[in-house]
C-alpha cells in the first residue's frame, strides 16, 4: 500500500479525475487496466511533481490521450494521466507556418486550429481522435510517397523526463534526444509541448475508383505515383479493389455524396449484422465480401472537401487491427501471398473467413526519426483487420501469425500502437538506431518510472531488471476468446 504524505495526498486529490475505479480501456476494448491514479494535470510543474512522487513511491506513469492503440502501449495500473486539459495553443508562426500547441491537443481540435490560422496539416491518417504527442509517439502516419508520418512534422518538442527534468529539443539542439523522442512509445519521458511544421491551408479532390488487384500490383509504381496522395483497400475472398486518389486543388468544395439508405443503413446497420450472423456460419463471409464491395464500392466516386476531412475515414465499429510496414519494392510480393494463404484457408472447412479489407498506403522516408518503421526506407503499410461486430469477439489469431510471418521475411517493421509479436532483439536487426533508443531510455529514465509492460516486452532488454517488480500492468479482452480460438484450433 502507497503511503503518501498528507501534502502529497493533498496535491494528488486536486488532480484526480474520472469516476471512483476508473478502468481504462482502449478503443477496441481489447486492452484495459485499472490505474491507481487516475490525474489529469494541468500545467508542467504539476508533470514534474509527479514525476518526483512517482520516484519516492516506486511508482510507474503512462500518459495518454484518446487511447486508440489498439495494444496495451498506454496501460498502467500505477499512475496514468489525462493530457486533454493540456490543449493550448502557445506560438504561431505565419511565416515560417508552424504551430506550437501543449501535447493534448486531440488532432481534431488541432485540425481547427490550424484552420482558423490558413494551416493545415500536409498528411493525416483516418482517425482525428488522437491527442497530437499520442500520434507522434507511434509514428501515426497517413498516405503520399512523397509525405512522411506525423513524427517527421515535429520540429521542436518539450520533453519531462524519468528524473522530473525539463528538456527543450530540436534538430539543433539535443539532436539525438530530439530524434529518439518524436517517435519515443512513452518510454524517454512525457511530451508536454510540439512545433509543428504545417503547409497554407488547402482543398483535396479525392476519387474513388473500383480496380482489379492484379492491374494495381502489376503497375504499383505507377499507382503509388498516380497522385499525391493514394491508398486502396483490397477485398479478400475476391480480386477486386478501391483505389482512394487525392490531391491539392483550388477547385469549390463538393462533400462526399454519401447515402443514407447505401453508407449508413446497409454499409453500417446491415453490414454489422451480417458480420455478426457470421460468427456462427463463416463460409457466409465471402458472399458478404463480395456483396459489400459490390453495394457500396463498385462505381466511381468523386468529392472536394477540406484536407483533413477528405484525408479522415469512419472506422464504423470495433475491430482487431495489425499493420506492418514494409520496403515499399516488397508491397506487391506481400499483398500476393497473403491473398494465397487466404484463399487457401477458404478451401478449408475449418479455414480463417477474413471479414473486412485489407488497407494499403504509403509513406515517405523519414531520415531521422529513430524508431519510425519509415527510418530509412519508403515503406508500404499493409494494415489488416477483423470487425468485431457488436463488440463481439471473432478467430483472428490465425490470420495475424500467418500475416506476421509474411511480414517478417519481407523485411517488415511493425506500427507500434498495434499488438505485435516482435521484441528487443527483432529490433535490433531491424532498426539501425534501436540500441541507441534504448541507451537513450536509460539516460532519460534510469529509475524505470515510464516502462509498463508493453515497453518491457518490446524495448528493454531480457538482462534487464524488474527494477519496480512485476506490473501485471494490462489485461487483454477475454471475453469468449479462449473459446474461440480453441474450437477454430487458433
Known amino acids: 500500500m502507497i503511503q503518501l504524505s498528507s501534502s502529497e495526498q493533498h496535491f494528488i486529490n486536486k488532480l484526480r479525475c474520472g469516476p471512483p475505479g ?11 487496466s485499472r490505474p491507481q491514479f487516475y490525474l489529469a494535470p494541468e500545467t508542467e510543474n504539476e508533470i514534474i511533481e509527479l ?37 493550448r495553443v502557445l506560438a504561431h508562426d ?30 493525416v491518417g483516418s482517425i482525428s481522435d488522437q491527442s497530437i504527442a499520442g500520434a507522434i509517439a507511434t509514428a501515426t502516419h497517413g498516405t503520399g510517397i512523397d509525405f512522411g508520418d506525423l513524427s517527421s512534422f515535429i520540429t521542436h518538442l518539450v520533453i519531462i523526463d524519468g528524473t522530473g527534468k525539463r528538456h527543450e529539443c530540436d534538430a539543433n539542439t539535443q539532436a539525438d534526444l530530439f530524434n529518439a523522442a518524436r517517435c519515443s512509445l512513452g518510454a524517454l519521458g512525457i ?15 479525392a476519387v474513388q475508383t473500383p480496380e482489379n488487384l492484379d492491374s494495381l500490383l502489376d503497375d504499383l509504381s505507377d499507382v503509388v505515383y498516380s497522385a499525391e496522395h493514394v491508398r486502396f483497400w483490397w477485398f479478400p475472398h475476391t480480386d477486386d479493389a478501391v483505389v482512394w486518389r487525392a490531391n491539392r486543388t483550388t477547385m469549390e468544395k463538393q462533400p462526399s455524396p454519401e447515402s443514407f439508405l447505401r453508407d449508413r443503413l446497409y454499409g453500417f ?30 462505381r466511381k466516386i468523386e468529392w472536394i472537401d477540406d484536407s483533413f476531412t477528405v484525408f479522415n475515414l469512419d472506422c464504423l465499429f470495433p475491430q482487431y487491427v495489425n499493420e506492418w510496414a514494409v520496403p515499399w519494392e516488397n508491397a506487391a510480393e506481400a499483398l500476393r501471398q497473403l491473398r494465397i494463404w487466404i484463399n487457401a484457408e477458404a478451401r478449408n472447412p475449418k479455414g480463417v473467413r477474413v471479414n473486412f479489407p485489407v488497407e494499403v498506403r504509403f509513406v515517405k522516408n523519414t531520415a531521422d526519426v529513430w524508431l519510425s518503421p519509415a527510418y530509412g526506407q519508403i515503406v508500404c503499410y499493409i494494415g489488416v ?40 532483439y527483432d529490433f535490433v536487426s531491424l532498426y539501425p538506431r534501436f540500441n541507441e533508443f534504448v541507451e537513450m531510455r536509460k539516460r532519460c529514465d534510469p529509475n524505470d518510472v515510464f516502462v509498463n509492460d508493453y515497453i518491457r516486452r518490446h524495448v528493454l532488454p531480457p538482462d534487464h531488471p524488474l ?17 474461440t480460438f480453441e474450437s477454430a484450433n487458433l
Open 385 to 424: 483487420i477483423m470487425y468485431r461486430p457488436y463488440h463481439k469477439s471473432v478467430p483472428y489469431k490465425k490470420y495475424w501469425r500467418a500475416y506476421e510471418d509474411i511480414m517478417r521475411t519481407l523485411g517488415g517493421r511493425p506500427h507500434w500502437a498495434k499488438a505485435h509479436k516482435m521484441f528487443y
Open 467 to 483: 527494477t519496480r517488480g512485476a506490473s501485471n500492468d494490462s489485461e487483454e479482452d477475454k471475453q469468449g476468446h479462449l473459446l
Open 94 to 123: 505565419a511565416y515560417a507556418c508552424t504551430l506550437t500547441v501543449e501535447a493534448g491537443v486531440r488532432l481534431y481540435q488541432l485540425h481547427a486550429m490550424l484552420q482558423q490560422r490558413g494551416m493545415a496539416l500536409s498528411s
Open 51 to 87: 514525476i518526483r512522487i512517482a520516484n519516492r513511491h516506486k511508482l510507474t506513469i503512462k500518459a495518454i490521450g484518446s487511447g486508440h492503440s489498439p495494444s496495451d502501449i498506454a496501460c498502467t495500473n500505477s499512475m496514468m494521466l489525462n493530457m486533454d486539459k493540456m490543449n
Open 191 to 205: 511530451i508536454t509541448q510540439v512545433t509543428i511544421q504545417c503547409e497554407p491551408s488547402f482543398n483535396l479532390h
Open 22 to 32: 476508473f478502468e481504462f480501456s482502449n478503443w477496441a476494448g481489447t486492452f484495459r
Open 269 to 298: 446497420h446491415y453490414y454489422q449484422l451480417q458480420l455478426f450472423k457470421a460468427r456462427f456460419t463463416p463460409d457466409d463471409i465471402p458472399r458478404l465480401a463480395r456483396e459489400h464491395f459490390d453495394t457500396r464500392f463498385n
